[in-house]
């Protein structure tokens, strides 16, 4: 079955107000980024996003898209770590839309490796599982606690979302992936996870190219397939292209500075 379709925004066609979608995103590296500006130009809302991490970039949208340029279209946030962007505010042009709407969403903030871990579960089709990660933290609140052998845990529930957004390197035309380095990351759970899988990839071979020991992600869990250009939004050769034009302007490297700055003087450690 031939699952590659010709646009991003044909892949994203049918993803409904309301809808769950999960994504990798860790800095410039394997995330999604044409199916997000696709998701966002389509101008669906109430959507629930699920990522790892959550926050401001001052880095224009030219040089790289993040799950946070979806905010204005969501209602609620499940993350493994989030930053607000208020705190940067006096630092940056950020529109006080996005600071008003980060105020009304809806966030649940568990952990790295408690995001991980829920993804996991779903992925396996398994049930609750306990987590002694957060104990004495604001991850604990409202959620089932038990002690076992003196020691609290914490009760989670698998995260299944509707759909997941996945960055690999190479797709056959059947679904087959694989990923390149640190790209990989939280990519392979995500296609596992969800209901339906859309992935973003950088080259399409024939089927057959890719021996057993190479595939990541099996092509049964994934649904859809966009081919990116040679080059383009979000490759890294797009991406560092963009960069160093970007960092030889004098006023952008002030701005990352102040950020960088507000962390520190925040007392901010992670």
Request: net charge negative.
């Amino acid at each position: 079955m031939n699952k590659v379709l010709p646009s991003f925004e044909e892949a994203i066609a049918g993803i409904p107000d309301g809808a769950s979608i999960a994504l990798n995103n860790w800095g410039l590296a394997g995330g999604p980024q044409n199916l997000i500006l696709a998701l966002r130009e389509r101008g669906v809302k109430d959507l629930t996003v699920m990522t790892q991490n959550f926050m401001y970039t001052p880095f224009p949208e030219e040089v790289v898209v993040m799950p946070f340029m979806l905010l204005p279209q969501m209602r609620k946030l499940v993350a493994g770590f989030f930053a607000a962007a208020s705190r940067y505010a006096d630092t940056t042009n950020l529109p006080s839309e996005f600071i008003e709407k980060e105020k009304e969403l809806e966030k649940e903030v568990i952990g790295h490796g408690n995001f991980t871990a829920v993804l996991r579960a779903a992925a396996g089709g398994m049930g609750p599982f306990y987590s002694p990660v957060g104990i004495g933290t604001t991850v604990e609140e409202g959620r089932e606690k038990r002690n076992f052998d003196g020691k609290e845990y914490i009760l989670f529930s698998p995260l299944q979302p509707d759909f997941a957004f996945v960055r690999a390197d190479k797709a056959d035309r059947y679904g087959n992936l694989t990923y390149n380095g640190t790209c990989r990351c939280l990519n392979p759970v995500l296609a596992m996870a969800a209901k339906t899988t859309i992935v973003e990839v950088d080259e399409l071979v024939e089927p057959g190219e890719f021996s057993p020991e190479e595939i990541v992600t099996p092509a049964a869990f994934v649904d859809r397939i966009v081919v990116n250009e040679v080059g383009g939004r979000g490759s890294y050769e797009y991406t560092m292209k963009k960069l160093h034009e970007l960092l030889s302007i004098p006023e952008v490297r002030g701005a990352i500075i102040g950020a960088a700055k507000k962390f520190v003087d925040d007392g901010e450690d992670n």
